[in-house]
């Protein structure tokens, strides 16, 4: 193996270089936590003002904060740690990155390369251990190489859709680098739809009675179009999650979310419908859906249709271009019984959760947060969501409007919400940014509270107090198991909060929600309001 020859007066570090070529595509957010192996370049980036270290206390945290930021941006984000523990300590937060298809780059620092597959201190084969997640992954085992690989690493990153990696051994920072600094990749077209798909997918639409339409981040910036296109079709319309804020509640053609979360109208009506209209949509959660509906999928990307369950006929392109398209090729029928009946639905639905929005247990009943939030929290917001018990009432309860919701899509990590929340407000600064968390996922990246201290961050953090893993523990009492493991030991979390630094806010009754969300989203400090909650079981509940 040639030695590295150390950088000269004028000539680049690699450590420079690496720093230079990411501001170069617009990194200003560096999310990590340091060791050993990438000193070197904390050094370099100490030494210049483009991009901001985020110093967070868990590597978890710092992948997390990473894939959150690619999620909300579309841009390329950018997380760093060490060797051994370091990379190791990322893998959640990547996985997360990598089901979703977010573009994140993870630098990763190695031992020397003398000291590669030795058993050394700290040293793991990083490409073997990361193998499952990554679109790329290499090893920078010479400097003069290293600008060509970072190059692939980010193309790969931004153009694919998902998780690059780049370890770097020690060594390797100080060397000496001459190479020139890649250009911005082009942002990524996407071809106009073929005709033929086009001219299938219509008539099929038009052949049928009973239409549905699934709605799902893609359609983000198009909900008119998708609005335009459901009314022309008298088609309803269900949202995915993430989607939830880009479809009014109060229209009369939107039903809510789909699965056991969801509304009971979208799985009563998936039932008697005769098409499926997927767009910009990959949720398609099996155990709440007909396995009889054809399904005709649009999607930018052609690896999401059909990936979770085949469909009768493909639309391959940009939601933007083929709506408009399908829209100018639908032909007006009288479906008004099929409207009527998913009026009718609706209406029946807004009573019962209405219901349910009113209750006032003791403890706090969760949908009565769920009514609460969707009262005080503003219309362009950013809702970080957890993984747990809570999700499925805020998709059952909440109505959302205009507000963008964060999600652990595929990989449903806990402690997702605290590090989204951060990433968000670091991202957009200027809009109001909420987590909704449980006891048990907050307790997993919990140490970084201390970081949205530090850092100054005026997010929101709503803690549904439960005492336990509520999903788990309502699934083993439905399936007659026992219930070791469910519950969750908690300490004080507003005097925890305040000895972070943060504020602290207590709600004991159901009439003390509101008062006190509105103030904690006023507060320009981090705060966190624990709600003493009900842990009622979700229905449909099964294990």
């Known amino acids: 193996m040639a030695a590295q020859i150390p950088a000269v007066a004028g000539q680049k570090t690699v450590a420079q270089y690496v720093t230079e070529q990411l501001a170069a595509w617009g990194l200003r957010t ?13 050094d370099a980036i100490a030494k210049q003002g483009s991009i901001r270290y985020i110093n967070c206390r868990l590597e978890t945290t710092a992948a997390l904060m990473a894939s959150a930021e690619a999620k909300l941006t579309g841009c390329l984000s ?64 010479d400097a003069q190489a290293l600008p060509v690989q970072l190059n692939q690493a980010m193309r790969a990153a931004l153009s694919r859709g998902g998780v690059a990696h780049l370890s770097v051994p020690k060594d390797i920072w100080p060397a000496g680098v001459n190479a020139d600094l890649y ?85 009563d009506l998936l039932q008697e419908a005769d098409l499926c209209l997927v767009l910009g949509a990959t949720w398609w959660p099996e155990d709440d859906v007909p396995q009889h509906i054809p399904l005709v999928q649009v999607d930018a990307i052609s690896e999401n249709i059909g990936s979770t369950r085949p469909v009768i006929a493909q639309v391959t392109g940009a939601l933007a271009d083929v709506l408009p ?75 959302a409007n205009r507000q963008e919701i964060l999600i652990s899509g595929r990989w449903r990590t806990l402690g997702f919400g605290l590090p989204v929340a951060m990433a968000a407000k670091r991202a957009q600064p200027d809009r109001q940014v909420v987590a909704l968390v449980g006891d048990g996922g907050f307790g997993t990246t919990l140490p970084d509270l201390i970081t ?15 005492g336990s893993f509520a999903m788990e523990q309502n699934r083993m009492i439905q399936a007659g198991l026992q219930l070791l493991g469910s519950d969750v030991n908690n300490p004080d ?18 009439d003390q929600l509101e008062a006190a969300l509105e103030e904690a989203l006023a507060s320009d400090r981090v705060t966190l309001v624990e709600i003493l909650c009900d842990a009622p079981m979700v229905p449909h509940t099964k294990l």
């Open 452 to 466: 949205a201290v530090a850092y100054q961050l005026p997010l929101t953090i709503l803690l549904m107090r439960n």
């Open 325 to 399: 398209q399908l829209l100018h090729g639908i032909i007006d029928q009288d479906r008004s019984a099929w409207r009527q009946q998913v009026e009718g639905r609706r209406s029946l639905w807004k009573m019962e959760i209405e219901k349910e929005a009113g209750l006032n247990n003791d403890p706090i009943a969760p949908q009565r947060v769920m009514a609460a939030m969707g009262r005080c929290i503003e219309p362009d917001a950013v809702i970080a969501l957890d993984v747990g018990d809570h999700v499925l009432w805020f998709n059952r309860i909440f109505q």
């Open 78 to 141: 950018v997380c760093t740690a060490t060797s051994g523990p370091g990379i190791t300590q990322l893998m959640n937060g990547l996985a997360d990155a990598a089901q979703d298809r977010a573009p994140v780059l993870a630098i990763t620092g190695q031992v020397e390369r003398k000291k590669l597959g030795t058993g050394a201190k700290q040293e793991i084969d990083q490409q073997q251990l990361i193998q499952p997640l990554p679109v790329y992954s290499a090893i920078a085992a």
């Open 493 to 510: 979390f507003v005097r925890l909060a305040e000895a972070f630094g943060a504020e602290g806010i207590r709600v004991e009754t159901a």
């Open 183 to 267: 250009p911005l990749l082009p942002k990524r077209t996407t071809p106009p739809p073929r005709q033929s798909e086009l001219d299938v997918a219509l008539q099929l639409l038009n052949g049928c009675s009973r239409p549905m339409i699934l709605a799902g981040r893609g359609v983000q910036g198009l909900e008119e179009e998708v609005i335009a296109l459901a009314e022309r079709w008298e088609a309803p319309v269900m949202t995915t999650l993430p989607a939830r804020g880009m479809i009014s509640p109060n229209h009369p053609l939107y039903i809510g979310g789909l699965g056991q979360a969801g509304s009971e109208p979208a799985s």
């Open 30 to 42: 560096l999310y990590g936590v340091t060791g050993d192996s990438i000193l070197y370049w904390m």
